[in-house]
């Protein structure tokens, strides 16, 4: 079992920035994906950016040019740097780990991520 601990959220402007981190208890090595997903109320959880076990990344268009999924693989930790954040990404970001034998698939408890207009 892997625990995932994310921090780093809080109340920024729109056009500021933020740094999430994402500490995995393992290796993060042992997972062939390491996700941010987000969820705003009333809408469903989707899937921000990626980082595969190669360290290519992956990106969704509403965050494309503006995020960037990074990891320390010494620190076990996974970053995700947001900069000109939007009010629309208000939202809880989650960490996740997925490996696809098994397949297995760990969440951290989530981070508030809030941008004011």
């Known amino acids: 079992q892997v625990q995932l601990v994310e921090s780093g959220g809080g109340l920024v402007q729109a056009g500021g920035s933020l740094r999430l981190s994402c500490a995995a208890s393992?290796?993060?090595?042992?997972?062939?994906?390491m996700r941010w997903h987000r969820q705003a109320p009333g809408k469903p959880r989707e899937l921000v950016a990626a980082i595969n076990i190669g360290a290519s990344t992956d990106y969704a268009d509403s965050v494309k040019g503006r995020f960037t999924i990074s990891r320390d693989i010494a620190k076990k930790t996974v970053y995700l740097q947001m900069n000109s954040l939007k009010p629309e990404d208000t939202a809880v970001y989650y960490c996740?780990?997925?490996?696809?034998?098994?397949?297995?698939?760990?969440w951290g408890q989530g981070t508030q991520v809030t941008v004011s207009s």
């Open positions: 393992g290796s993060i090595l042992s997972f062939n994906l």
């Open positions: 996740n780990a997925w490996r696809n034998i098994g397949p297995v698939d760990y």
